[in-house]
């Protein structure tokens, strides 16, 4: 979690100041349609990546094969910091900060449609490539993050607000994180 620090402060300073500076009206507003959203499109994103990754036919993700085994870090490391803090950090740079900045310097030139279109691309392919940096991606994995992306970014794009794309984010990872552990009792 220590080495995700200086990769997390580093998305929270730019998102602090676009939200200090030119934050969008209604960016930061909360409805209990976020919460419907997040959890309907964020179990539905698991689902598809479950079957790109042809899921079917193998065991369970277990607590070992992401980071494990059990102990009481794992469950600060990877519950807090998988679960909340990077979908939290990662949605307010790639959905308030680029997206947004794209979309805005796009709209007058190019129209709002145009300009949402490349918004999604620049901030779900920034985001897919930022996860490569980290990790070598399978070609299912690169696009269920590109999906990831597009479906956070066209929620932030169609409702005007963040939280329901935070709350898909949460979702897929802590569905993945619940999966593991149940992998890891059932085995």
């Not at 009206?25 to 959890?39: E, I, M």
């Not at 179990?43 to 102990?71: K, M, N, Y």
């Not at 399978?138 to 169609?158: M, P, R, T, Y």
Request: charged content about 10%.
């Amino acid at each position: 979690m220590a080495s995700l620090l200086p990769l997390w402060l580093g998305m929270a300073a730019p998102a602090a100041l676009f939200l200090v500076r030119s934050r969008p009206k209604g960016l930061l507003r909360f409805r209990a349609t976020d919460l419907v959203w997040g959890l309907g499109l964020g179990l539905g994103l698991r689902l598809v990546q479950g079957v790109l990754e042809r899921a079917d036919l193998q065991p369970f993700p277990t607590v070992q094969s992401i980071g494990g085994p059990f102990s009481s870090g794992w469950w600060l490391e990877q519950v807090l910091a998988s679960g909340v803090v990077a979908p939290v950090a990662e949605e307010f740079f790639f959905r308030a900060v680029i997206l947004v900045t794209v979309y805005r310097l796009l709209r007058r030139q190019t129209g709002a449609v145009a300009a949402g279109a490349a918004a999604l691309l620049c901030s779900a392919g920034t985001f897919v490539l930022l996860h490569e940096a980290f990790a070598l991606l399978s070609v299912a994995a690169a696009v269920q993050l590109f999906f990831v992306g597009v479906v956070c970014g066209a929620l932030v794009l169609l409702t005007g607000r963040i939280w329901g794309a935070v709350l898909v984010h949460i979702v897929y990872n802590v569905t993945f994180i619940g999966l593991a552990v149940i992998g890891s009792y059932a085995g």
